[in-house]
């Protein structure tokens, strides 16, 4: 079975510095793809930035982004120039591959960042 | 936008009610999830549905049902509700193939 280790229950950061937030994860599939989730206090969670495993460039989506190191089996999140706003709970999450009907998400336990100005 | 809404933010209920919690998601998505979000434990998937009237159970069904009697609806069922199932439950839909969940705002649930 898969399963996502998130290893920093907590980060702290200041406003426009930059945060990596770890996460590995284990499998013995090569096909998946690998997520990085927002949650605000509060709020609803929303998508952050994927990667798909047979990519070996490394997915951005402007402040954040991914290092991807398929054979270490770790997906770190790098926010660049950090806002207020970027205060949440972060999920990194794992998906088998496509076109199974129904696959889940497999989630890590969270890393809370809190921004300080 | 995609929109994934729940019947309730927030629920009190006594232990041994039975609750339903409902989630609607709007883009005709195939799949649907129910997961269950505790401190400390990340999220952890109770039930998933592919299609209308099929459900698979997930990581943690017990003391848990589902229903899918229409595409867009999704309804967790907690028979007889404990104090163990005070939580936080996120409803989630995608389309199949598709990567991306989209979530709905959770339901915060109290069991007194």
């Known amino acids: 079975a898969q399963t996502v280790t998130q290893s920093q229950p907590e980060m702290s950061v200041q406003e426009a510095e930059t945060v990596t937030l770890s996460c590995t994860y284990d499998t013995s599939e090569s096909d998946y793809y690998l997520f990085w989730y927002k949650q605000p206090p509060s709020r609803q969670m929303i998508l952050v930035i994927r990667q798909e495993a047979y990519k070996q460039q490394n997915a951005t989506e402007n402040r954040f982004s991914v290092n991807f190191q398929k054979a270490a089996k770790s997906f770190s999140l790098k926010i660049s120039d950090s806002q207020l706003g970027d205060a949440a709970m972060y999920f990194c999450?794992?998906?088998?591959?496509?076109?199974?009907?129904?696959?889940?998400?497999?989630f890590g336990k969270g890393t809370t960042l809190s921004v300080s100005s | 936008d995609v929109k994934v809404t729940q019947s309730s933010r927030y629920l009190v209920k006594r232990t041994g009610e039975k609750v339903f919690l409902e989630c609607v998601q709007d883009m005709d998505h195939e799949n649907m999830f129910w997961y269950r979000q505790d401190p400390g434990l990340g999220l952890r998937l109770i039930y998933f549905s592919y299609d209308v009237k099929m459900k698979e159970k997930g990581d943690i069904p017990e003391g848990y049902s589902v229903s899918r009697e229409k595409k867009e609806r999704f309804s967790l069922i907690l028979e007889s509700a404990s104090t163990n199932q005070t939580s936080m439950y996120l409803c989630a839909s995608s389309f199949p193939g598709v990567e991306t969940q989209y979530f709905g705002p959770g339901t915060r649930l109290l069991v007194l």
């Open positions: 999450a794992y998906r088998s591959a496509p076109n199974q009907a129904g696959t889940a998400l497999i």
